[in-house]
């Protein structure tokens, strides 16, 4: 059984590509200090912006990653603006 804070929104991002045991750990790890954990799954377009290409497409990171037990809603991550981010999720902790 998890021993969980009541009530804590947990947030992290990640672009998820070639998924490995790091973002598995990071995830589970990331659960186990919340209730509720929200992923970011960045966007093609963001991952674009620093020049790079992910691998693996959003829509298929996104699929992985909403099917991992530890995760209980997976949002596009669009921009690095935490705050933004924030302001839409209301999170109570995000995790690096």
Request: one cysteine or more; charged letters at 30%; hydrophobic letters at 40%.
């Amino acid at each position: 059984m998890k021993n969980k804070k009541h009530g804590i929104i947990g947030y992290t991002t990640g672009v998820f590509d070639l998924f490995h045991i790091g973002h598995l750990n990071i995830l589970k790890r990331a659960n186990s200090l919340c209730d509720k954990l929200i992923v970011g799954v960045t966007t093609d377009d963001l991952v674009s912006y620093k020049h790079k290409k992910s691998v693996i497409s959003f829509k298929e990171r996104s699929e992985i990653i909403s099917s991992i037990k530890y995760v209980d809603l997976v949002v596009p991550q669009k921009s690095m603006d935490k705050i933004e981010a924030w302001e839409k999720l209301k999170f109570d902790i995000m995790f690096v």
